[in-house]
């Protein structure tokens, strides 16, 4: 189910300006890795490539490759919609659909793939898909209540639930947790190293901590000055980066030194 | 312990700081308030006082002979048998026009095109009807043989069918041409709003472009549509000069959407017959504007309360 991404050579653009420039890196199923690095370096532009997210912005485009297991995601005949069927995201702030209920929320995407589904096999997925997002307790009462009541936390997994419910291959995560106290912080952070048994995880984040805790890889986006874009610096195993990076820009970054 | 209650009796007592600007801002905002409960206390007892002697008169003494349900009930079944219809063509109309202009048009497209519907809402209502009279009614008589001969066994297209096409269909055709830019303007500021969260969701869990329409933008803007289409719903009902000109009435109650007797509406009617009346016939044309008063309220509430019974799952949380 988990699948490997392979990038090449990858330029993203909004309209004429180059945001990100020539990415390269290789993610492998079944492992976290995380996306570090300052603001504007466009860490969050190269995770919606992924899923073809990036291009919903009118004008935005990506010049490169994207492989996920062998196949180019950029490719001619390459339908985006099924792509991000594929690749699940999660956002930075939690997107429930206001307008549905906790239990319509979780098989949205279901709903999507047009495949009829009996009720006893729709409750069951529900059950299972907020059980993964550690939520099933929390809500198992109140499935037909709007998804919007829940605590900041807990919609964020539920997102999450709705994301995995269509078992997609991929989990992207946007900051899944800027917008949350430590303790759903940590709800999140365990949840994401229970999930990577199952899906390969890319996550972006602002905490370093975080990226320490939650990841097996981490890559290292820096920036050389506004209106430049952003690049890859260096991607290795979260220890050596966190220790010792082969780049001086990743230390000061990881260290807290800027400039 | 005694000095806490005294101290705390005494914040009750105390008023609140209050600036002079917040003071006079307050003030003119409850004045414009109650102004606007006055001149619709104001309205309604007009209405009421008016229609009184109507109300009380002997049944042979009104318009028509027969009373004033009689005289009025033809009025009010025009009145919402034409709104309904322009409201049912109007509707899905302005939301596709809606979601068009803000989810499938070039940014240029669709400014030219807003821009053109907002006119349309500019042209005087008699413009409209002139415009059914000379033009939509004489065109519609084609249409509504076709109508008569393939679709006459439904009660709507029985017939005959009007050799001048002043018929009910083409009065409802031009409200809902009317109503089009109101409903269209409503529908396109809410489908505008929707929050590009939501809308990412639905592209992110692998929608196409209509099904996260489907999944975002319709239920956030179904409450909007609902005001919106109620807005057109308030302006067909209330229509006078539009409906004077194009429709040929004769007062009878008809599904038949197509033939030459057809049911007036209430605006109308008061329109065409208030220059040449006097006494109880005035009360009665007032009587049966106290009548769209009360239909207008009631459609409003009604919209209300469609609005709020949906309130929780709105998306304004």
């Known amino acids: ?259 | 312990m005694s000095t806490t209650t005294d101290l705390k009796a005494e914040q009750r007592a105390a008023k609140p700081v209050l600036q002079l600007g917040d003071r006079i801002f307050s003030g003119s905002a409850k004045g414009a308030g109650i102004l606007i409960l006055v001149v619709l206390a104001g309205v309604a007892i007009f209405l009421f006082s008016e229609a009184f002697p109507a109300l009380v008169a002997p049944a042979s003494e009104i318009r028509g002979g027969n009373g004033l349900v009689a005289y009025i009930w033809p009025l009010v079944f025009g009145t919402l048998l034409s709104a309904m219809i322009a409201l049912a063509v109007a509707t899905p109309l302005a939301v596709a026009v809606a979601l068009f202009i803000t989810h499938y048009a070039p940014r240029r497209v669709a400014q030219g095109l807003g821009y053109l519907v907002d006119l349309l809402a500019a042209v005087p209502s008699i413009v409209y009807g002139l415009w059914g009279f000379a033009v939509l009614a004489p065109a519609s008589v084609g249409f509504s043989t076709w109508l008569n001969d393939y679709l006459g066994w439904i009660p709507l297209f029985a017939g005959p069918v009007s050799v001048t096409g002043r018929t009910i269909l083409v009065a409802s055709l031009v409200l809902a041409v009317m109503i089009l830019p109101i409903v269209t303007a409503v529908a396109r500021e809410v489908f505008l709003q929707t929050p590009k969260l939501h809308e990412e969701a639905a592209l992110a869990l692998g929608a196409t472009r209509w099904e996260m329409i489907r999944m975002s933008v319709l239920p956030f803007g179904r409450s909007g549509i609902i005001s919106g289409a109620m807005l057109g719903l308030g302006r067909a009902l209330g229509e006078t000069m539009a409906v004077a000109t194009v429709l040929s009435v004769s007062g009878v109650v008809t599904f038949n959407l197509i033939s030459s007797s057809n049911p007036s509406t209430i605006a109308a009617d008061i329109a065409l017959q208030f220059p040449e009346s006097t006494g109880l016939a005035v009360n009665t044309l007032v009587t049966s504007g106290l009548v769209l008063f009360a239909i207008t309220l009631g459609v409003n509430m009604l919209a209300r309360y469609i609005i709020n019974r949906r309130r929780e799952f709105s998306g304004a949380n």
């Open chain 1, 1 to 259: 189910m988990a699948k490997s991404i392979d990038v090449a050579n990858l330029d993203i653009y909004y309209g004429s300006f180059l945001a990100v420039h020539d990415v390269t890196m290789t993610i492998k199923p079944q492992t976290v890795t995380a996306l570090i690095g300052p603001s504007g370096c466009g860490k969050s532009t190269f995770l919606r490539s992924i899923n073809r997210m990036h291009e919903v912005i009118p004008g935005a485009r990506v010049e490169g490759r994207i492989e996920l297991d062998g196949l180019n995601l950029y490719g001619p005949g390459v339908d985006p919609v099924a792509v991000r069927r594929q690749i699940g995201m999660v956002f930075q702030r939690p997107n429930p659909f206001p307008t549905m209920s906790i239990y319509d929320n979780v098989i949205a995407g279901m709903r999507l793939n047009n495949k009829k589904m009996k009720k006893a096999a729709l409750d069951d997925l529900v059950e299972r898909s907020l059980r993964g997002a550690n939520l099933w307790n929390e809500v198992k009462d109140r499935l037909e209540k709007p998804g919007s009541g829940l605590s900041g936390g807990q919609q964020q997994r539920l997102c999450i639930a709705r994301a995995i419910a269509v078992q997609p291959d991929v989990l992207l995560m946007d900051e899944p947790c800027s917008a949350l106290d430590p303790i759903s912080t940590l709800a999140i952070e365990d949840l994401i190293n229970e999930l990577k048994n199952d899906y390969t995880i890319v996550i972006v984040t602002h905490n370093m901590q975080q990226a320490a805790r939650v990841s097996d890889f981490t890559g290292f986006f820096n920036i050389e000055g506004t209106g430049k874009p952003g690049k890859l610096v260096e991607m290795d195993d979260t220890k050596t980066i966190f220790s010792q990076p082969a780049q001086q820009a990743t230390e000061d970054y990881v260290s807290g030194r800027f400039g």
